[in-house]
């Protein structure tokens, strides 16, 4: 088997930065048992030009500081969910930052309200760059957080 690239070893959850989107730390899942990620909605509308609008609350308890973006949609696709139930979703591309590795990344959008993850992280957003240990979490050292400059 040839050398390869060393991979970054990550827990099961950590903490993640999605530059493109100006939000600078969000705890993560990932999950090797599903091939693609998502990011909880709490609004998602399909516009007529390919792109759609969707807002991340970024409070999740409170809900009180959220995000409105408009992005181009890269791709629908039926997708079933871990209960069984089949719809179509919408996915973006954007960067993510996890540990060392920063790439770009395909997620659904979809309303992830009633689970404990606001971001799910799945195969492809992971290979060939994380080897995640199941019995671990927060390996990863966590993305800076700006404080606001004062006057």
């Known amino acids: 088997m040839p050398d390869s ?9 950590e903490k993640a930065a ?17 091939a693609t990620g998502a990011i909880d909605c709490a609004e998602i509308d399909d516009l007529d030009d390919g792109r759609v609008r969707f807002v991340i609350r970024l ?7 959220s995000r409105e973006f408009v992005h181009d949609i890269t791709r629908r696709q039926r997708v079933r969910s871990a209960s ?32 404990l993850h606001r971001v799910l992280l799945g195969r492809r957003a992971l290979a060939g760059a994380i080897l995640v240990d199941s019995g671990r979490e927060f390996l990863l050292p966590r993305p800076p957080f700006k404080k606001k400059k004062r006057p």
Do not use: C, N, Y
């Open 5 to 13: 690239v060393p991979l970054t070893i990550a827990g099961w959850r």
């Open 18 to 34: 999605f530059p493109d989107w100006h939000v600078r730390r969000m705890t993560v899942k990932l999950d090797t048992g599903a």
């Open 84 to 115: 069984g139930h089949g719809a179509e979703r919408l996915f973006v591309e954007t960067r993510l930052r996890l540990g060392p590795v920063e790439r770009t990344v395909e997620l659904s959008l979809v309303s992830r309200h009633k689970m």
């Open 59 to 65: 409070h999740r308890r409170t809900g009180d500081v």
